[in-house]
């Protein structure tokens, strides 16, 4: 299911919305990335996570401390050039991912890890949410070894807790070419507060972590 749905969000809709007609719980997410507090010197990881929406991936990630800049786009595909239209169509083995930059001096791979699994349906192999599809299914692409034993761990340490009654879906592959989405998917939770904000809990994203993680979601 494409999100050019919510492209097309009524007029009236939205104007609730400013008016605070239609309550959406929480302000939209502040900008943390951390450009500024990053020495030219410091030596930067790359990690790639895919938990469905990229727009909501973003959001997300982007309060954390020590990830330095996120890029929205795609990964897993094998046809050159993928394209926000071709993906979200499905059947081109790409899958909608966010690319994180982070200075491991400050946050650690396994911190992201565990932020990635409260922040993800690790339940859902066929989407995440309201939007299904295996262009939206919940991937760890990992760049490393170590990246992959940590993963690895992490979703067996899940496997083994009890707390789910599915087996954990999220797939962990080796990462491959990344390619940015268009310009106007990057930071769409700021460019469009209003239009996100709708999109996000109308998927019911914040309700379904809500009810996997209780008090352990974070937001």
């Not at 699994?117 to 170590?146: A, L, M, S």
């Not at 239009?195 to 974070?218: H, M, P, V």
């Amino acid at each position: 299911m494409s999100r050019g749905f919510w492209f097309s969000i009524s007029g009236l809709v939205i104007a609730a919305l400013a008016a605070g007609v239609v309550g959406l719980g929480a302000q939209a997410p502040s900008h943390a990335k951390t450009e500024g507090s990053v020495s030219k010197n410091a030596k930067l990881d790359v990690a790639t996570f895919g938990s469905g929406c990229f727009w909501c991936t973003e959001a997300d990630f982007d309060k954390v401390k020590g990830v330095v800049s996120t890029i929205s786009g795609y990964m897993g595909g094998k046809t050159p050039n993928p394209t926000y239209e071709s993906v979200s169509a499905g059947g081109t083995g790409y899958v909608e991912v966010l690319q994180v930059t982070y200075d491991p001096s400050q946050v650690s791979y396994k911190t992201l890890l565990d932020y990635y699994w409260r922040h993800t349906d690790v339940v859902d192999g066929g989407g995440q949410f309201c939007d299904r599809g295996d262009q939206y299914k919940p991937v760890i692409f990992v760049h490393t070894p170590e990246q992959r034993q940590l993963a690895e761990a992490g979703k067996a340490e899940l496997e083994k807790s009890g707390r789910f009654s599915k087996p954990i879906a999220v797939q962990i592959v080796a990462a491959s070419t990344f390619t940015p989405a268009e310009d106007y998917h990057q930071d769409y939770y700021e460019k469009n507060p209003l239009k996100y904000r709708y999109y996000r809990y109308s998927c019911g994203r914040d309700a379904r972590i809500k009810q996997l993680w209780g008090s352990g979601a974070t937001h």
